[in-house]
């Protein structure tokens, strides 16, 4: 069965905290995952410590734990890789160039068919 590596909501309405979970793919979101292994704060507040004034998101994880679940063959699925690259664990996610479909734009005066 697949693992993945995923957030798990909790908190309250607008105002969202999010575990940093292992779960197999087809369980449902909030239910008992296979370990916990961090935390997301997504909502930004001053860091206590820094007189800067800038602000921060709390992310927490037991790095550990990240790797061996990563290691095993665990899925992280898009959200939790961007938590844990900007951590470190993980290398950042390119996507590649994006091929868009060109239109040509008829000059003036032209009729459109």
Do not use: C
Request: charged share 30%; aromatic share 8%; glycine share 8%.
């Amino acid at each position: 069965m697949v693992v993945k590596i995923r957030l798990a909501r909790f908190g309250k309405r607008n105002s969202p905290f999010y575990n940093i979970v292992v779960a197999h793919a087809r369980t449902a979101r909030n239910s008992k995952p296979l370990e916990v292994i961090g935390t997301y704060d997504p909502i930004p507040k001053p860091d206590p410590y820094d007189d800067s004034g800038k602000l921060h998101k709390d992310i927490r994880i037991d790095s550990a734990r990240a790797k061996y679940w990563i290691g095993v063959g665990a899925q992280p699925t898009d959200t939790a890789w961007r938590l844990l690259s900007m951590l470190g664990i993980l290398p950042k996610k390119s996507y590649g160039p994006v091929e868009r479909e060109i239109k040509e734009i008829p000059a003036e005066g032209a009729r459109l068919r």
